[in-house]
């Protein structure tokens, strides 16, 4: 169903382009974001033959290629921002042996155009990147595309319908639609069975923890706030995996996270020392907790890698089993309270008394002290 483009949504237009004006690094994550990635996502990526989404796109772009050979490849990125993982993803295509190929990157924001123009010409890719500037929520494709990857891209588009049907119809027959995305409640809320567990986490945390970097304030218990509420970052985000389901096949299918999400961001996240034994403990155990109730279904997952095609497909790899329709949040059949699902502990060498890991300990054992 199309969406009116009224006085709202050009207003969310010029926030979304005012606040991407000046980041020259839109993926700048904390170390414990790292160090929870590194420990637990890699793993599941390595299965499958990548370690990160950069990794996961020189694949599957390769593979496109070498599925028509002696044709020039030519791929589309959606929402290329600064086209950073671009010029990357270029770099090794052609370090790997690829030499006839070009990457579009399509953007809003000629600012961050402009960066990426740059950034090719550093990297000597400049002739295998274009630059188009233009809203992806109005784009119509011109030509067909040997693939199409779209990088944290997905979450901020409003018209999902259209710009779907537009891959779907500009895609080559051995193409893939390959992307990382967020598949979570619109506007990156929690759905109240998640947001419940948020809070029971969040009660552990030193106080020096609780403060919102972005948003400059102290939250004594955990603020739910819709990210959409100026533009568009995740604003149809529940819907993103749903439309794909009906209009894609998925050879792979990797989705993780869900209540981790609010503790390794760029709001909190900065606040953890991935270096320190509680603060490490507590990531761990938070992940334990998304991955068993992810995987009894009590919470679905609000992350994803995915691999699609426009045909149905031979082979499908789902990374612990888990499907794209298992993993979309169903209103009528919201998951039952937790109360069943167990916490994994992990033990800690007590710190000094008085230090701040030992009040960070102190804090985790609702203030007995971490061994009485």
Known sequence: MARSFDGGYERKLRNEQEHFRDQSNVHDLPPIFHYWAHTYVRPM??????????????????????AAPGEAAVFLSLGAGNCDAEVRVARTLRDGGLSDFVIECLDLNPVMLERGRTLAEEAGVADHLAFL???FNKWTARRPYTAVIANQAL???LELEH????????????????TSDMIGRNGHLRWPEALREVQRFWRELPIEY?????????EEEYVDHDCSTDGFEGVRAQDVLP???????????VAFGNVINMFVDRNFGFHFDDNAAWDRGFIDRVHAFDEQAILSGALTPTQMFAVMTSKPCAEHHYARGLSPRQSVRRESHAPAPLTGVAIAVTSLRPAEEGSVEYRQQLAASGGQGPYE
């Open 45 to 66: 990526a390595a299965e499958y033959g990548f370690a990160n989404a950069e990794e996961l796109y020189v694949k599957y772009l390769a593979l496109s290629a070498q």
């Open 155 to 157: 979450h901020h588009i």
């Open 133 to 135: 500037e233009g809203d």
């Open 210 to 218: 609780r403060w919102n970097r972005a948003l400059e304030r102290y």
């Open 243 to 253: 439309l794909l389901i009906e209009r894609f096949d998925f050879p792979l299918f």
């Open 163 to 178: 710009v779907y049907d537009e891959v779907n119809k500009c895609l080559l027959p051995h193409g893939y639609f390959v």
